[in-house]
């Protein structure tokens, strides 16, 4: 095989010599591969090499692992990229984090290529002190898995070596669409193993996951198990629309009308068992132009814009609740709530805590919707204000499977009006004409939010 390879990459290159001296010229930002057919092919031994030279040269924010091996033992190597001499963002709060892969099919370079680009991309931005990288960098994790099938693009095939479709194999709804060669289970292969096995061992928290391929130049979210929005459908919508307004007008769908029905996909398991906001991003409808070599950047310029705009925007793609004001009378709590963030919560509480941490009083359950505000009041019973903090407990989506997060409420917001107080208006103040006016004003206002995040 190596030998008619190798013969091929001779023929190729005898026959185009403008394309050799090309290669020699090859800089970062060009394919390291070399063209065997109509393709250009990174393999993985030079991956390999690539991304250790990555590392030795950057280890400020390269740090390379692996995920596990492909069927054959390959490293599935992942990139994870960041400014590791801090552990936070500046401001002291969590770095954001990313999981990109590419590969799952062998025979689909320009997805692989992306994740590459992807990479190289904020590496070089960084060497270059180009704003936005180093923003990205000190703000954010990546972790990029370039390459998940590398004994299927060893040999130029969709496939891995036990002729599986790896992006059919994942443990959601596995085998219950009509599909090809799916394999004996969910996550028989290697490859899917180590893929989720890495998902949740070190990316459980990530607000962003793009999986990347070739074949129509498309970017899809879920489901493609079934045709119905996802109920994340605000913040897969609202993606769609500001891409389109702002960045690249690629086709932006449901999978599974976007394209067909399918099922066992990397995309559906970030989506519907991590709970990820997740793409797969289709990269083009078409390999390269025959015998040449390209820019990467130039031939992916405008998918890598898509591509920064999710890494810049990745803070939003949650819910982010803030609380502006918390106000406690008498046994009741009213709580004025903003979400920042462009996804939806549906299960939210209110908690007070004692100093041990012990949650003293639950609030039934509220929703906030993307980019909204809502008020809501709630009864405390006798439980004393006096003593304890607030928080909230709520989930980063609608989705099921998205990650729970416990925020302190600033204190700076807390209000609580006194018992007098409220005993004087109730005793003297109530059924004054002035009172009662004020109160119906009261009510009225306070009514108003609520109704507007009803619609
Ligand atoms: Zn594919």
Known sequence: MRVAVALVLCMLLGALPPAMAQHAELTDEEWPGEPIDNHIHLTWATLTLEVNEWVDDHPDI?????????ELGKSLWVVRL????????????AKEIVYIDGGHHGNEYLGTALAWLTAKWYINGWAEGNEEAVNVLQNTELHILIMLNPDGNDIDTRWNINQVDLNRNYDHY?????????GSSAFSESETASNS???????????LYVTMHTGVWIMLYPWGKWPEQPPDWE????????????????????????????????????????????????????????????????RLGEEM????????????????LDVQSLTVEDDRVELDVINNGQASTANAT???????GTVLWNSTLFGV???????????????????????????????????????????????????????????YGLFHPVSTLLGLIGVAAWRRPDEESGQ
């Open 62 to 70: 390269v740090d390379l692992t692996s995920a596990g091996t492909s």
């Open 82 to 93: 960041s400014d590791w001499s801090m552990e936070t963002k500046p401001n002291g709060s």
């Open 174 to 182: 596995w085998n219950t669409c009509p599909t090809t060669q799916p």
């Open 197 to 207: 096995e890495y998902m949740n061992a070190f990316v459980t928290d990530a607000d």
């Open 235 to 298: 913040l897969f919508h609202f993606i769609r629309d500001d891409v389109h307004d702002t960045v690249s007008d690629i086709p932006i769908q449901n999978a599974n009308q976007g394209l067909y029905p399918n099922c066992g996909t990397s995309r559906d398991y970030g989506y519907g068992v991590m709970g990820f906001p997740t793409f797969t991003f289709e990269t083009d409808d078409e390999q390269f132009v025959p015998g040449t070599f390209e820019s990467l950047n130039e």
């Open 305 to 320: 814009d898509v591509m920064r705009y999710l890494i810049n925007d990745v803070w939003y793609w949650r819910a982010r």
């Open 350 to 356: 209110l908690q007070f805590v004692d100093g041990a």
């Open 369 to 427: 919707n993307a980019s909204n505000t809502t008020v809501v009041e709630f009864d405390m019973g006798n439980i004393n204000t006096n003593d304890g903090t607030w928080q909230l407990m709520y989930q980063k989506r609608v989705i099921n499977a998205s990650t729970w997060v416990t925020e302190p409420v600033n204190s700076s917001v807390v209000v609580v009006i006194p018992e007098d107080e409220n005993q004087f208006l109730f005793g």
